[in-house]
C-alpha cells in the first residue's frame, strides 16, 4: 500500500488507528499481549504513539525527506534471531516490574510468528548477539597478573568474550506513571507540553498506551553464561553505567566515569571465570541526562568560580546552569535487570545512592556494593568523587567535611 502524501493528523481517531491489535501490558504469552505496532507502513494497525529506533527515528525522517529511503520499506527478519534465546522470565508477566522496554520486543519473528505471516508489520526492540571486546585496561590486567586467559571468558590475546543486548525504548504510559507516582493524564500532558507539543496523541488518544520516545537506548553485555543471570545463587557482578563520551570513549581526565566502567568490566569477567555470570548495563543518559553542552558550560563555570573548581561546589555549578543538579530518573534503570531475570546482585559497581535505592525498591537483592578503588581516580577528577562521597554517595572510605572540600581542587583553564 502506498503511504498518501498529504498529513494526516493523528489527533483524529476516524483517520487513523482503526483495527489495531490490542495490547495486554504483563500478559502471560506473546500472542494474548499482543504485539506493539509503531511502524508506519499500515497506520490503520498501529497502537504506540511514536516510531521505533528511539533517537534515530527523526534520522530516518531525515533520510526519507533527502530521498535515500523507501518510506514503504519493512525489514527482512530472517535469520536476525539471537545468539542467546533468552527465556520469559515471570518479570514479563508483572505490569508493574517492566515499563520502560518490551520484553516481547526480542525475536518477534518467533514471538510473533502468526501476526507477521498474517501481514502486520512488527519491529523488534530488542536484539541479541555475541562480541570480543578489546580494551587497553583489560590487556594491562592480564599484562599485571589480575586477570588469567582461560580460552572461555578471555582469550590468550586477552580479548573478552560477551553476549550483548541492545533495548529500544517502549513506554507503558500507566506503568510509567504509577513509578512515578504520577497521575497518567498529568505525565502525558507533560510530556506533550515539554517536548513542544511533539505528539498531539498524548494528550487525545487516551485509547493509546505505549509510547515509543525518541530517547537513546540502553545496551547490556553479559559475561559468561547469560541463563546464569536468572539464578540468584550464581554471583553475578553488575556495573551500571550512565554515559559519559567524554571519559568513556575519549578518556577525558575530570571524572571517574572511564576508570569505574573498566574496573566493572574487569570484575564482570573474573565473576565469570569463577563461575559466576557479570552484567554492565550501558544507559544512554549523557550529562545526568542534562547533555553535552550543558555539561561542557558547567566544566568552565566550574573552573573559573572565585576559589577555583572545589568539591565544596561542585553540584552547586550544575544547579545554575541546568535548573536542577541531576536530571536522571533512575526509576526506569532496573527494567533491562527484570527483562534478563535478575533477582539478586552479589556485587554492585555504583556510588550511587538514587541506582542502588532503585534497583531494591524494585525487588532486586544487594549484597556488596562496590566503590572506585583509590588509584583509579584521576588527578582531576577527585574533586567530583569527593563531592559526591560528601553528598552521600556510597563508599567505604572516609568523607571530607567543608573545609576539607575546599581544598580539593580541580586544575584550572588553560590562558
Ligand atoms: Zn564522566
Not at 497521575?183 to 487516551?206: A, D, S, Y
Not at 559466576?276 to 568552565?300: H, I, S, W
Amino acid at each position: 500500500m502506498k503511504r498518501s502524501s498529504h498529513v494526516v493528523l493523528t489527533s483524529h481517531s476516524n483517520q487513523v488507528y482503526k483495527d489495531y491489535p490490542k495490547i495486554n501490558w504483563g500478559a502471560k504469552s506473546a500472542e494474548e499481549r499482543g504485539p506493539i505496532i509503531g511502524s508506519l507502513t499500515d497506520t490503520n494497525m498501529r497502537n504506540a504513539i511514536g516510531t521505533h529506533s528511539g533517537s534515530y527515528t527523526v534520522y530516518r525522517a531525515l533520510s526519507i525527506a533527502a530521498g535515500d529511503y523507501s518510506p514503504e520499506h519493512k525489514p527482512d527478519l530472517e535469520n536476525t534471531e539471537g545468539t542467546w534465546n533468552i527465556k520469559p522470565q515471570e518479570s514479563w508477566f508483572d505490569p508493574e516490574k517492566i515499563v520502560s522496554i518490551d520484553p516481547w520486543g526480542v525475536d518477534v519473528n518467533l514471538h510473533f510468528k502468526k501476526s507477521l505471516e498474517a501481514g502486520m508489520d512488527i519491529r523488534p526492540t530488542i536484539a541479541i548477539t555475541q562480541a570480543h571486546l578489546q580494551i587497553p585496561e583489560i590487556y594491562t590486567a592480564v599484562e599485571e597478573g589480575r586477570i588469567k586467559p582461560d580460552g572461555k571468558i578471555v582469550t590468550k590475546a586477552g580479548d573478552i568474550k560477551i553476549t550483548k543486548v541492545a533495548f529500544e525504548p517502549v513506554w507503558y504510559l500507566p506503568g510509567i506513571a504509577k513509578r512515578l507516582n504520577l497521575e497518567e493524564g498529568e505525565l502525558r500532558k507533560i510530556l506533550f507540553q515539554e517536548t513542544g507539543g511533539m505528539f498531539p496523541e498524548l494528550v487525545t488518544r487516551p485509547d493509546l498506551h505505549v509510547l515509543l520516545p525518541p530517547i537513546g537506548s540502553v545496551t547490556a553485555y553479559i559475561f559468561g553464561d547469560p541463563e546464569k543471570l536468572s539464578d540468584p545463587k550464581t554471583e553475578l557482578s553488575c556495573r551500571v553505567h550512565d554515559e559519559c563520551n567524554g571519559s568513556d570513549v575519549f578518556g577525558s581526565d575530570i571524572c571517574t566515569c572511564r576508570p569505574y566502567l573498566t574496573y566493572g568490566i574487569e570484575h564482570a569477567a573474573k565473576t565469570a571465570q569463577a563461575g559466576g555470570v557479570g552484567l554492565v548495563v550501558y544507559y544512554r543518559k549523557e550529562g545526568r541526562a542534562l547533555g553535552e553542552v550543558t555539561k561542557f558550560l558547567v566544566y568552565n563555570a566550574r573552573k573559573r568560580q572565585e576559589g577555583g573548581d572545589s568539591a565544596k561546589n561542585y553540584f552547586y555549578r550544575t544547579e545554575c546552569v541546568a535548573g536542577v543538579e541531576d536530571a536522571r530518573f533512575q526509576e526506569l534503570m532496573p527494567d533491562p535487570l527484570h527483562f534478563l531475570g535478575v533477582k539478586k546482585i552479589h556485587n554492585l559497581h555504583s556510588m550511587s545512592n538514587m541506582k542502588y535505592d532503585s534497583i531494591v525498591k524494585s525487588g532486586i537483592e544487594v549484597v556488596n556494593r562496590i566503590s572506585i578503588p583509590k588509584e583509579l581516580i584521576p588527578a582531576d577528577a577527585q574533586v567530583e568523587i569527593e563531592a559526591k562521597k560528601a553528598a552521600g554517595y556510597f563508599t567505604d572510605g572516609d568523607v571530607k567535611d567543608d573545609g576539607e572540600l575546599q581544598e580539593v581542587q580541580g586544575r584550572k583553564l588553560e590562558e
